[in-house]
């Protein structure tokens, strides 16, 4: 993760170290704050990326700047996380995806944060993929709680449910090739 400069929405600067990256024909960046929670997990926000555009009396005008903006449809947000559980396997395998590229996050320095997606992965597996050490901080209940709206995301259990899903659709393959070979012995 590079760091960087951002602007949340409150207005307030902050040095963050993020990752921008391209999923889907769409641009995403998450960053961290270097927040840990009260049970080691590290919480990173996740905006798309998109450009800045004002209305003017001329019509609608760039600003040039860039904005991240929350991802409301949910199954565009399912979507997200398969990005993300991807990319936490590309960079512990230090290997890439062939569905994900990534860019410098300097690319998006100074991006104006409207609105994000919270979600939450383990301190050791940010530190093992990301080479990012994040120092224990004073928990503060009030300010860490996972909200209705916060995920954990574990990528170890959606390695184990996609093994899961390929085993029992290896099976259905196996039942419908025992089928067909069936079918092909009655009409020979």
């Known amino acids: 993760m590079d760091l960087l400069n951002i602007t949340l929405e ?3 600067q902050r040095q963050v170290h993020g990752l921008f990256y391209l999923y889907n024909s769409k641009y995403y960046f998450i960053y961290t704050e270097n927040e840990v929670d009260e049970k080691g997990y590290v919480v990173l926000h996740l905006s798309q990326v998109g450009k800045e555009v004002v209305n003017t009396p001329s ?10 903006v929350e991802i409301s449809d949910p199954e565009e947000w399912k979507m997200v996380q398969a990005s993300i559980t991807k990319i936490v396997d590309d960079k512990k395998n230090n290997r890439q995806s062939p569905e994900i590229t990534y860019f410098n996050a300097s690319m998006v320095n100074g991006i104006k944060i409207l609105s994000k997606k ?4 383990l301190k050791t597996l940010i530190a093992d993929c990301f080479n990012l050490n994040i120092e224990e901080t004073a ?15 574990d990528y170890r259990s959606s390695y184990f449910e996609e093994q899961s899903r390929n085993k029992m659709l290896q099976s259905k393959v196996d039942d419908l090739s025992d089928k067909i070979a069936r079918i092909k012995e009655i009409i020979e």
Do not use: P
């Not at 760039?62 to 991240?68: Q, S, Y």
């Not at 928990?139 to 995301?153: F, M, S, T």
């Open 139 to 153: 928990y503060n209940q009030n300010d860490n709680q996972v909200d209705n709206g916060d995920e954990i995301i």
């Open 59 to 68: 019509g609608r005008v760039e600003t040039g700047n860039m904005i991240g």
């Open 118 to 121: 919270t979600f939450r992965l």
């Open 10 to 12: 409150d207005g307030t």
